[in-house]
Each structure stands twice: as structure tokens, then as C-alpha cells.
């Protein structure tokens, strides 16, 4: 089934021709119009150059106007192997499709509501035979109903016809396509990027990234360059601004080797605070019941890291090497990466 893009935002255009397999775009007047594109002529030239195929309208009264329209835009220097001319289904315009697929050119008859104009359609030798989904279930029409007939009448008959399903609504819309066996499917681009989404695909995913990163990744690669560290003879006033400093809720309390001896952390102060040391800013750190602190070495493995984390039931660790600190790991951290 060939997938095909429904725009005409050069921006999105661009986006999405670099997916590498999109089979062509679709566009109309009145994507030109919203979008403000006064040039058509030269707005078509330049999607001609980015896009495989380019589906365009050829607007006309009569068949002779629709023929001369699709004429004057293959002149503008339009490759007929490449540019698909729509015209909207009526007497005139199959009348203006047998005489333009006659003379090499590839037509779209669209604006397709009914079986009957789907069949005439593929009488004239339409490339391509365009139903409106959406527009159709508005209007409480059984719309894929009229895509299955018109993929059943070309295996039937053997037209030389695709059938394309567009003015697509939702995802849903390209699975009805894909179930009904059509040719072509023509999916606006904020629907076409939804379509590689599932919720389980993103829990996978994320699951698989985490346990790389956890079985690749050592410690100092997390590491920020900051290490908030205090002696045991500073302030909490102190701790509090080296903590500050680092951006971290704890720091680490070293010995003159730098060396880890202990931790405070803004745990610490809260449970100080509350218990009302009006001192407690100028009191050293060598004066307070000091928390043990868990330290692991630089080059272990994130996964050694998070068992740690598991295992202690901690926030925060202290990153060594050869036994000195050197920095500080939080659980956020290491997971957010």
C-alpha cells in the first residue's frame, strides 16, 4: 500500500519526506489557500523537486478547460512520470480523464461519493479513484463500505485503477485502509507521526534504554563536575552554602584526605529545625549525630549504583575514587540520565 502525504505546509513537507519511503503528496486549493500560498505555479515547482510524486488539481468547467489546465502546468516543466492531475469526478471530468490518460498523463478522479462514480472513474482509466472517508462518515454515509466496492471492482474487473483512501480523520482511518486492501492511503502529517505510537511500544522502550544505560554507562559518566563537600569542623551555616553551591540536598563530610566521614543532608536541617536549636546555624558539623554516608567507586557500573540506591533505601550517593570523594549521585539523576 502506498503512503502518502496530505499537505501543503512546505515545513511538514520537508519533515516528513525525510521518513526516505513516502510515496508521494497529496494537495489541494484549499490547503494552499489556509496555508496563505498566493504562487501556486511556483509553489507547485518546488514541491515537484522534494516529493516522488506530487498529486496536484486541474480545474476546469468543461473537459477541454480541465485538458488545457492539466497542459499548462505540464508545461511550466512538471514531469508527467512524476505529477498526478486530480479532477473531480463529473461528466466533464472523466470525459478530461480518458483523453489525459490517453496522451500519458496520470490522473486522480476525486471528490469520489458514490460506486457509481468510482465506476466511471475506472471506466476513463483513472490512475488513481479517490473516495473521501471522513467527508462521507459526516454525513452519516457507510464510507468504508464504499472503499471495499471500489477495491473489489478493480480485482473484479481488472481496472487498471488504484484506489486511494483519503480525507483520513484518525489512525484508525489508515487501519480501516489497511483491512480493506486499498492501494493508497493519504494521511495528514500530525496523524501520520501518531501512527509508530502505542503506549506498551513506549513503556518497552523506555525500559530497554534505562537497562542499557544501567549495564553501559559508569558512574562518573553521570557525574556534573560538582561536589559539595564540608570538614567536620565547618558550620551548618557552612554545609548549607557549599550545598547550595553544588545544587545538591546533601553534603559530603570529608576528612583532611578528603576522605568520606559522614553526610548532612536538607533532610538533616528540616529534622534539626524542627526540633528547635535556635544555635543550630552555628553549631559544627563535628557536633551532630552525622549520617553514615553509602559511597561507591567512580568506575562501577550504573547498575551497581542502582542497587545500591535499592538496597539502602537512599537518595543520594557519594561518588570515590581510589577511596577520595569526588563528586555526588542522586537516584533522579542517574535516572533521568
Known amino acids: 500500500m502506498e503512503l502518502y502525504l496530505d499537505s501543503a505546509d512546505i515545513r511538514e513537507i520537508e519533515d516528513a519526506f525525510q521518513l526516505g519511503f513516502l510515496a508521494g503528496l497529496t494537495t489541494t ?3 494552499m489557500h489556509r496555508h496563505g500560498i498566493t504562487d501556486i505555479d511556483g509553489t507547485i515547482l518546488k514541491l515537484a523537486k522534494i516529493v516522488p510524486v506530487l498529486q496536484i488539481e486541474a480545474l476546469g468547467q468543461t473537459a477541454e478547460e480541465i485538458v488545457s489546465e492539466a497542459y499548462r502546468q505540464d508545461a511550466l ?51 488513481y479513484v479517490c473516495p473521501l472517508v471522513g467527508r462521507l462518515q459526516d454525513q452519516g454515509q457507510d464510507a468504508l463500505q464504499l472503499v471495499e466496492q471500489c ?14 483512501f483519503s480525507s483520513v480523520r484518525n489512525v484508525e482511518h489508515v487501519r480501516n485502509a489497511i483491512n480493506l486492501g486499498v492501494h493508497t492511503v493519504t494521511v495528514p502529517w500530525k496523524l501520520m507521526k501518531q501512527l509508530t505510537e502505542n503506549h506498551f511500544t513506549s513503556i518497552g522502550t523506555q525500559e530497554f534504554y534505562e537497562h542499557t544505560r544501567l549495564m553501559t554507562l559508569k558512574v562518573r559518566d553521570l557525574l556534573n563536575g ?14 548549607l552554602l557549599r550545598m547550595t553551591e553544588g545544587g545538591f540536598g ?37 557536633t551532630l549525630d552525622l549520617k553514615v554516608p ?19 533505601q537512599i ?23
Open 151 to 164: 477495491v473489489d471492482a478493480v480485482e473484479y474487473y481488472g481496472y487498471d485503477t488504484k484506489v486511494m
Open 315 to 337: 537518595d543520594t550517593l557519594v561518588v570515590t575514587e581510589g577511596g577520595k570523594v569526588i563528586g555526588m549521585l542522586d537516584i533522579q539523576e542517574m535516572m533521568q540520565g
Open 226 to 239: 560538582k561536589n559539595p563537600m564540608a570538614q567536620i569542623e565547618h558550620t551548618v551555616a557552612e554545609a
Open 77 to 127: 516543466g512538471l514531469d508527467r512520470k512524476k505529477t498526478v492531475y486530480k479532477i473531480p469526478v463529473s461528466l466533464e471530468g472523466v470525459k478530461a480523464c480518458k483523453k489525459l490518460v490517453d496522451e500519458g498523463f496520470m490522473v486522480n478522479v476525486h471528490l469520489v461519493y458514490t460506486l457509481q462514480q468510482a465506476y466511471m472513474a475506472m471506466a476513463a482509466g483513472a490512475t
Open 294 to 312: 553509602v559511597s561507591v567507586e567512580a568506575d562501577e557500573l550504573l547498575f551497581e549504583a542502582n542497587k545500591l540506591f535499592r538496597e539502602r
Open 250 to 286: 546533601a553534603v559530603t563530610i570529608v576528612d583532611a584526605a578528603h576522605k568520606p566521614i559522614g553526610m548532612f543532608t536538607d533532610g538533616d536541617l528540616r529534622r534539626l529545625m524542627s526540633a528547635g536549636d535556635n544555635q543550630l546555624l552555628g553549631r559544627s558539623l563535628g
Open 29 to 31: 486549493p484549499t490547503f
